[in-house]
DNA sequence: GGCGGATTTGACCGGACGATCAGGACCACG
DNA sequence: CGTGGTCCTGATCGTCCGGTCAAATCCGCC
C-alpha cells in the first residue's frame, strides 16, 4: 500500500506511467479540465486501475508539483560565485532556457498553478524559492556592486529571465502562430536572449557588442 | 432575443454584470474550471438568469476573449512610424506594462487561453494578430536598418516584450510571494523594463546613457 | 389598472466525473 | 499445483454541472 516507495517492478513502471500520463493531460488542460479517464486513456490503464496507485486525482497531481520545483530551479542553483559574472548570467539564462525546450509541459503545468494562484504551491513558493532567489540575488547585487555587471535590480532581473525562457514553453502557441511554420522559435530564442541580457548586463567600461 | 445589440436598459446592465463575473471567475479558474454557479454567484443573479443573457457557458467566454483581443493589440497599433524609433518602442513597453497593472484579469484569461493551446482564439492569433505583428515587424527592421535602433530579431523583440510585461498579471502570485509584501511589483516593473530596454535596444553610435 | 412582453426563478434532467467495491486474473513461491 | 498476496476491472454510486422548462413576477405602456 506504501505508494510512495514502489516495491515491485509492476509498481514501478505503472506509477511512472500514470504521472507521464497525466503530465500530459494535466499540462494541457489543467487540474480542473484533466480527467482521470483521458489520464487513464493516455497511460493505457483503466481508471481503478489508476486509483490502485493513487489514492486520488489530487494525489497524482500533487506528485507531480513536488517534483516540479526543484528540477525548476536547479538552474538557478547552479549560479557559481566563483564565476565569471557575465557568462555565469548568460549561461543561467541557457539552461533555462534548455529547460523551457526539453521540459515544455512540465513548464506549463507550472504556469497553471500560478495562473491559478498556486493554490497547491503557495508554501513551496514562500519557502524555498524565495530563500532561493533572495540569497542568488544578493549574489547577483554583489556583482554589480563590484561593476562586474551593470546595475539593475536583481530581483526583477530574474523575473525577467524566467518570463523570457519560460514563454517560449507556455505560449509556444502563440508564438509559433507569429513566426509561422517555416521558423523554429526555440533556436532563435537562444541567440536572441544571449544577445538581449548582453546588453542589459555587461559592465559600462569596455565597447564589446554581440551582432 | 438579440443579445449582441442590447435594448433595453435591464440588458445591457446584466450583461455587462455577467461580464463582468465571468472574466473574474475564468480568469482565476480557467474555462473549465469555472462553473456557471460561481459566475452567478458572483454576478448576484440566479443560475437560469444567466442562461437567459447567453445561451451558454462557452458563448459567455467567446464574448470575452473576443472583446479582448483589441484592446490587448491597442499599444501595439499605437507604434508610431513617424516617431522617435527607442521613444516609441520604450511607450510600447509602457502601455503594455500598464495593461498588465490595470487589467490583470484580462491578462490571466488570455494566459490561461494560450496555455491550453487558445483553441477558441486560434483563428484570430493566425489572422489579425499575426497580420499586425508582421506589419509593425518591418517597421521596426526599417529602424533598425536605419541604425536609429540596436539591431536584434523584431519578432522575438515584440515576444519579449510581451513575456516580461503580461509575466507581472500572469505571475502576480509568484512575483509578489518572492519580493515580499513591503515591495510593489507593478512600480518598480517601470523602470526596471526602462533600462532594460534602454539598453537593448538604444543605438550603437551616440553616447547617451539613460540612468 | 390591466395587458403583453421582458425578466426571473425553483425544480428538474441527463451526462460526466471522481471514487468505491466486490470479485476475478495473475504471479511468486513453496 | 495450491496458496496468498498483488494486480486489474466491470459495475455502480453520489455528486456536480451545464442546460431546460413551465410558471411566476416585473415593468413599460396604453
Known amino acids: 500500500m506504501n505508494h510512495s516507495r514502489p516495491r515491485t517492478r509492476i509498481q514501478a513502471r505503472n506509477q511512472d506511467t500514470i504521472l507521464g500520463a497525466a503530465l500530459e493531460v494535466f499540462s494541457a488542460q489543467g487540474f480542473r479540465g484533466a480527467t482521470l479517464d483521458q ?93 532561493l532567489v533572495d540569497a542568488k540575488c544578493a549574489l547577483i547585487a554583489g556583482w554589480m556592486e563590484a561593476g562586474r555587471l551593470a546595475r539593475s535590480d536583481p530581483h526583477h532581473l530574474i523575473f525577467s529571465i524566467w518570463a523570457l525562457t519560460q514563454h517560449y514553453a507556455d505560449f509556444d502557441m502563440q508564438v509559433r502562430a507569429v513566426l509561422g511554420p517555416a521558423r523554429d522559435p526555440l533556436a532563435e530564442a537562444g541567440p536572441f536572449l544571449d544577445t538581449l541580457f548582453r546588453r542589459m548586463l555587461a559592465p559600462q567600461a569596455p565597447g564589446r557588442s554581440g551582432s
Open 39 to 131: 489520464i487513464a486513456e493516455v497511460a493505457g490503464l483503466s481508471k481503478p486501475n489508476l486509483l490502485y496507485y493513487f489514492p486520488s486525482k489530487e494525489a497524482i497531481h500533487a506528485r507531480l508539483l513536488t517534483g516540479l520545483l526543484d528540477t525548476w530551479l536547479d538552474p538557478l542553483r547552479a549560479l557559481d560565485p566563483a564565476g565569471e559574472p557575465l557568462g555565469e548570467m548568460l549561461a543561467y539564462v541557457r539552461r533555462k532556457l534548455d529547460l523551457a525546450r526539453d521540459y515544455p509541459r512540465e513548464s506549463r503545468l507550472f504556469a497553471n498553478e500560478i495562473l491559478q494562484g498556486a493554490p497547491r504551491m503557495r508554501a513551496a513558493i514562500e519557502g524555498d524559492l524565495k530563500r
